[in-house]
């Protein structure tokens, strides 16, 4: 299996490799000595590590004369972990981890310039500029929710490329559905909602030249273990915690939504669009007969959604008048 390259920020192997014993021993004190043999490092370096961790918000108790645990099993997406679980699949390959990181898109987007393969995966504990859609920023809190980018190379056209938007928006809402039987709402092209309230976001960028993609990047947000909100979220956004009344494990969903993921990636590509419209539009609810408003650019109309284009595209019946198409924009639901 490929080494995961250096990057500035990036977790360190072996503060990983500590992270990813104390989870597999949680609760059980393991002595200073034995981390040190067992990662290769100094047990003052461990000691310092330890430190760096707590102040990173894992909760590791025990001090250098004792050993060390973790007070309650921790939900840190470490590389050793997620690759066991995801032998074989492209996106367990290349895995870039950080615990703080401004955003999961940005360093991918600079991953993809530099030519790293496709399935490389990146991903943060904390976001302090996490992307939203239309410049807004998506509230990232450490450790509570999953913020992480794919990055793709695909033989699209650019003009397919937001059909992986709306593929992985699918991915997304089979492993919610899976791990916590609640069945989120798919609103077109991006979004997820409980009850209402967005719980999930997915924001793609691409490098493409006129006809051709070089590389496409799906940043994937879904609050998860959020107890609350900042006030100016809290009246539109919720977690899986929030409406399933349980913790979630984040390796898990993610777990998931990548095998799902992966696999009907590869159907996309042989089978083309029609694969991810016709899926879309038979588990979206939103794609058909809901009034909406729709805002995109200066322009702001009412009408009904009508189905989905052969290209993915959503349909909008207007009040009084024709059949539109939105390329792009807001569209909210009128109640
Ligand atoms: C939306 O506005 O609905 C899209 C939100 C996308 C957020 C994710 S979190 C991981 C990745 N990195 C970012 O900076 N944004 C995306």
Same mark, same amino acid.
């Given at each position: 299996?490929?080494? /995961?390259?250096? +990057? @500035?920020?990036?977790?360190?192997?072996?503060? $990983?490799? =500590?992270? %990813?014993? *104390? &989870?597999?021993?949680?609760?059980?004190?393991?002595?200073?000595?034995?981390?040190?043999?067992?990662?290769?490092?100094?047990?003052?370096?461990?000691?310092?590590?330890?430190?760096?961790?707590?102040?990173?918000?894992?909760?590791?108790?025990?001090?250098?004369?004792?050993?060390?645990?973790?007070?309650?099993?921790?939900?840190?997406?470490?590389?050793?972990?997620?690759?066991?679980?995801?032998?074989?699949?492209?996106?367990?390959?290349?895995?870039?981890?950080?615990?703080?990181?401004?955003?999961?898109?940005?360093?991918?987007?600079?991953?993809?310039?530099?030519?790293?393969?496709?399935?490389?995966?990146?991903?943060?504990?904390?976001?302090?500029?996490?992307?939203?859609?239309?410049?807004?920023?998506?509230?990232?809190?450490?450790?509570?929710?999953?913020?992480? /980018?794919?990055? +793709? @190379?695909?033989?699209?056209?650019?003009?397919? $490329?937001? =059909?992986? %938007?709306? *593929? &992985?928006?699918?991915?997304?809402?089979?492993?919610?559905?899976?791990?916590?039987?609640?069945?989120?709402?798919?609103?077109?092209?991006?979004?997820?909602?409980?009850?209402?309230?967005?719980?999930?976001?997915?924001?793609?960028?691409?490098?493409?030249?006129?006809?051709?993609?070089?590389?496409?990047?799906?940043?994937?947000?879904?609050?998860?273990?959020?107890?609350?909100?900042?006030?100016?979220?809290?009246?539109?956004?919720?977690?899986?915690?929030?409406?399933?009344?349980?913790?979630?494990?984040?390796?898990?969903?993610?777990?998931?939504?990548?095998?799902?993921?992966?696999?009907?990636?590869?159907?996309?590509?042989?089978?083309?669009?029609?694969?991810?419209?016709?899926?879309?539009?038979?588990?979206?609810?939103?794609?058909?007969?809901?009034?909406?408003?729709?805002?995109?650019?200066?322009?702001?109309?009412?009408?009904?959604? $009508?189905? =989905?284009?052969?290209?993915?595209?959503?349909?909008?019946?207007?009040?009084?008048?024709?059949?539109?198409?939105?390329?792009?924009?807001?569209?909210?639901?009128?109640?």
């Amino acid at each position: 299996m490929p080494q /995961t390259p250096s +990057l @500035r920020g990036t977790t360190d192997r072996r503060v $990983a490799a =500590l992270v %990813t014993l *104390l &989870s597999e021993n949680a609760t059980i004190v393991i002595s200073g000595a034995r981390i040190a043999r067992e990662i290769g490092v100094s047990r003052s370096t461990v000691w310092r590590w330890v430190e760096q961790l707590r102040k990173l918000g894992v909760h590791v108790k025990g001090q250098r004369s004792t050993g060390y645990f973790l007070e309650k099993v921790s939900d840190i997406v470490t590389p050793e972990l997620l690759r066991k679980r995801l032998k074989g699949n492209l996106f367990g390959k290349r895995f870039f981890h950080f615990f703080k990181i401004d955003s999961t898109n940005r360093v991918a987007m600079e991953l993809g310039y530099a030519g790293e393969p496709e399935g490389t995966l990146v991903l943060a504990e904390e976001q302090t500029a996490g992307r939203g859609r239309a410049g807004r920023s998506w509230h990232s809190e450490r450790g509570t929710g999953l913020y992480f /980018t794919l990055l +793709l @190379r695909p033989r699209l056209a650019p003009v397919q $490329a937001p =059909l992986l %938007t709306m *593929l &992985s928006g699918l991915s997304a809402h089979a492993a919610i559905q899976g791990l916590t039987g609640l069945t989120p709402e798919l609103k077109w092209p991006n979004d997820l909602l409980l009850n209402g309230k967005k719980v999930g976001g997915i924001l793609t960028e691409m490098h493409a030249e006129p006809s051709v993609v070089r590389f496409v990047i799906v940043g994937v947000g879904i609050n998860v273990n959020q107890e609350k909100f900042p006030p100016e979220l809290a009246s539109i956004a919720t977690s899986l915690r929030k409406e399933s009344g349980k913790m979630n494990y984040r390796l898990e969903l993610l777990v998931r939504l990548l095998t799902q993921f992966e696999s009907d990636y590869n159907r996309f590509l042989r089978e083309g669009p029609s694969f991810v419209v016709d899926r879309f539009e038979r588990v979206s609810n939103f794609v058909k007969g809901r009034r909406v408003r729709v805002e995109s650019g200066a322009e702001s109309y009412v009408g009904t959604t $009508a189905g =989905l284009s052969p290209e993915g595209l959503l349909l909008i019946l207007r009040e009084n008048g024709p059949v539109l198409t939105v390329i792009a924009g807001d569209v909210t639901e009128v109640r």
